[in-house]
C-alpha cells in the first residue's frame, strides 16, 4: 500500500511539474545569449485550439495551420481572419464547436506538421490519426497518400518536412504504441518506438531513417539539405541525421546528437532566416522531472493505474503551462536566443515558431489562439 502511495504522489508531483517553471536559466549557449521578455499579439482560433504548426504557401499568403477539430485554416492578413483551408478526413459530423476535441480527433483528425511542396503547391499535412496526407493548392478534403506500403502502420504522425530538391517528404511517427490523445503516456513508460521516415512521391515508397526513438517530435531540413534535425521529445535533445551519409562521426544507429540538456521537452522544429533553428519547448524542465525520465519505472507504474493522466496533465497546464522558444546555432547546436512569455502572459505548451518578415508566430498544442510578436 506504501509503494502504491508512493507511486501516486510522485506520478501527481511530476505530472504538475511538467507544467511548472523552475526559474532556473539554461546554464549552456554561446558566448552572447539574447534572452527576451516580450509582450505579443493573441490571434484567437475561432471555435477551436492548438495551432500546432504554420506554414505559408510560396505566393507567400498564410500561415496555415492546423486545429483541434481537424480543420487547417488560413489566415487572410488584410482582413485580420482566418478562413477554411482543408480537413483531412470527410467525417465532420460533431467535430466542430465547443467540446473536448481530444475526445474526437481520432475520427475528425488531428492535424500537426504542414509543409507545401514546391512544384505542384500541394500541401503535404502529419495528421496524428489519419497519417500522411495531401491537399491542392484550392484546399478541401486531403488524400491519404500511405494505403498499404508501410509493415507496421503509423500510429502518432506528428513533424513534417520537404526537401525542394528532391520532393523526399520526411516526417516522424511518435510511437508505434501510444495515440496523440494519450502522448502523455510516451513520455510517462519510457517508450522508444518513434521512427523518423522518408516518403518518395515518385516511387510512392516510405523508408524508415530511424527508429527506436523517444518521442519522435518536430523535423527539419537543413539549409543546404545535406541534412535534417529531428526534435527527440522524451530525452530533451535534437538529433541530427546526415543524408548524405558521409558525416566521420555518425553513430552506429545512424545519427549524432545536435544538441542536450535543453531546458525543456522540445517539439516542433523550425529554420530561421537569421540562420539557426527555433525549437518550441513545451514546458521547461525543474529537478522533479528530470528525476523521473531516469526512472521510467515509476511512470510505467503509474499508467496502470485507473487515473485519467491526460485529463490531469490538460487541466493543469490550462492554468499553469509556462513554455519558451529557444534559437539554437547552426554550427553549434547550442542556444543563442530565448523567448519567454512575461507579465502574466504565459507561452503554454509551446510547440512551434516560424519566423517570417520580421514576425514570430507562436503555435501551441492547446490554447485557443496563435502569438504573434514583431522581431
Known sequence: MMKLFLVVAFSVAFLFTLTKFSGERPKHGESVLTVHLPEFRLIPTTGASGPESFVFDFSGEGPYTGLSDGRIVKWIAN?????????????????????????TEHVCGRPLGLAFEKSTGDLYIADAYMGLLKVGPEGGLANQMLTHQLDEPLRFTNGLDIDPRTGFVYFTDSSSVYQRRNYIGVMMSGDRTGRLMKYDPNTKQVTTLLSNLAFANGVVLSQNGDYLL???????RILRYWLNDTSST????NYEIFAERLPGFPDNIKRSPRGGFWVGVNTKHTKLTKFAMSNAWLGRAALG????????HSY???????GMAVRLSEGS????????????HKWMSISELEERDGTLWVGSVNTPFAGMYEI
Open 79 to 103: 482582413e485580420s481572419r482566418w478562413i477554411d483551408f482543408a480537413v483531412t478526413t470527410p467525417t465532420r459530423e460533431g467535430c466542430e464547436g465547443p467540446h473536448e476535441h481530444q475526445q
Open 333 to 344: 547546436g547550442l542556444i543563442s536566443e530565448i523567448f519567454e512569455g512575461k507579465n502574466g
Open 250 to 253: 555518425k553513430s552506429p544507429e
Open 305 to 312: 493505474l485507473p487515473v485519467d493522466w491526460m485529463k490531469i
Open 230 to 236: 529531428v526534435a527527440e521529445t522524451a530525452t530533451s
Open 316 to 322: 493543469w497546464a490550462k492554468y499553469k503551462g509556462n
